[in-house]
């Protein structure tokens, strides 16, 4: 007895195949080797910068003191206190073991960066991060949380593929793979979900409506960079501002997907971040953001090391053939 002939022109099959073009079609490296690169090297420089602190910070009787640290803090993960309690048996004092953490977390950045021992540097650094989050938890803002996260995906997903010495050592293979696709996905829709509840949270206070959110910020003194009090003789300017944040973020998760609208949407998320940076300090913020932003969606993951997305309007998911021998061209989002 014949076996049924499937109809691959159903809508079903048509649903199939783009979803598995979309999550499983070989691609590059290149945009997880961006972000692996600007990830390690914004928390370098986060590193420098608060290194003359850090003994202050994390000492017995520093500014974040362990039962502090405790009642303040999570209540469950490592915290620096740990770690020297481990470190005390070998004869290692507090300050020893305090610099020894802060260079291990350095050493472990620079790995990531230049893509040695690729996923034991991401291991280590996230595990490192993870603790000096803990310990100062006060200190703690979106910069961190998202450092963390991604972090965490760089044990997981292939960031040493490519632009990496583990990749020059080993003499792997540099050919797409339907891993750093599903990789780069998840990712992806990671930060689509983020701004998308960012925005919507947003959009519950009446504050980022009648434009006074952006107005008040721009005037608080912890945050305060150039003298906007001119906005009060013109609202209509911070609440515009605060409509377009709103229409940004709640929209990234739609535009950010089809090529002609990232166009747009690209630019205008980098800017959104860029002016955080600059007219309210969070420098840190604002450059993790823009690296995970330009990484994620404006490097093409497509098998022609010229394409980049945000220049040639290829979109991350554009896939020049399907996996399976005979299949069409065909695009996903």
């Known amino acids: 007895m014949e076996a049924p002939i499937q109809d691959?022109?159903?809508?079903?099959?048509g649903v199939r195949r783009a979803l598995d073009v979309f999550l499983f079609a070989p691609a590059t490296a290149r945009p997880l080797a961006a972000l692996r690169i600007g990830l390690a090297s914004v928390l370098l420089v986060q590193a420098a910068v608060v290194q003359?602190?850090?003994?202050?910070?994390?000492?017995?009787?520093?500014?974040?003191?362990?039962?502090?640290?405790?009642?303040?803090?999570?209540?469950?993960?490592p915290r620096t206190g740990d770690l020297l309690a481990w470190l005390s048996p070998l004869g290692i004092g507090e300050a020893t073991g305090l610099r020894a953490i802060g260079a291990a977390y350095v050493v472990a950045l620079v790995m990531l960066g230049l893509g040695l021992f690729t996923r034991a540097a991401a291991a280590l650094a996230w595990f490192l991060h993870w603790t000096l989050m803990n310990s100062a938890a006060p200190l703690m803002y979106?910069?961190?949380?998202?450092?963390?996260?991604?972090?965490?995906?760089?044990?997981?997903?292939?960031?040493?593929?490519?632009?990496?010495?583990?990749a020059l050592i080993s003499g792997a293979s540099r050919a797409p793979t339907a891993g750093a696709r599903i990789g780069l996905r998840i990712m992806q829709?990671?930060?689509?979900?983020s701004y998308f509840a960012s925005g919507v949270e947003k959009a519950t206070y009446i504050d980022w409506w009648n434009g006074e959110l952006i107005f008040r910020a721009l005037s608080l003194p912890d945050y305060r960079r150039f003298d906007m009090s001119w906005l009060a003789h013109y609202p209509a300017i911070s609440q515009l501002a605060c409509w377009a944040t709103l229409a940004i973020e709640i929209g990234y998760c739609v535009f950010i997907w089809p090529r002609?609208?990232?166009r747009l949407w690209l630019p205008a998320i980098l800017s959104l971040h860029l002016g955080i940076a600059v007219f309210l300090g969070l420098h840190f913020f604002g450059a993790i953001m823009c690296v995970l932003n330009f990484a994620l969606f404006?490097?093409?993951?497509?098998?022609r090391p010229d394409q980049a997305a945000f220049f040639a309007g290829t979109a991350p998911g554009e896939s020049s053939t399907l996996t399976q021998p005979g299949m069409r061209r065909s695009k996903a989002l």
């Open 298 to 303: 404006g490097i093409s993951p497509e098998p």
């Open 52 to 77: 003359a602190e850090f003994l202050d910070w994390f000492s017995r009787d520093g500014l974040f003191q362990a039962d502090l640290a405790r009642a303040f803090g999570p209540f469950f993960g």
């Open 260 to 262: 002609r609208t990232r």
């Open 189 to 193: 829709i990671h930060l689509c979900i």
């Open 8 to 13: 691959d022109s159903s809508p079903r099959a």
């Open 142 to 166: 979106g910069v961190d949380s998202y450092a963390h996260i991604f972090l965490f995906y760089a044990i997981w997903v292939p960031v040493g593929r490519a632009a990496s010495l583990d």
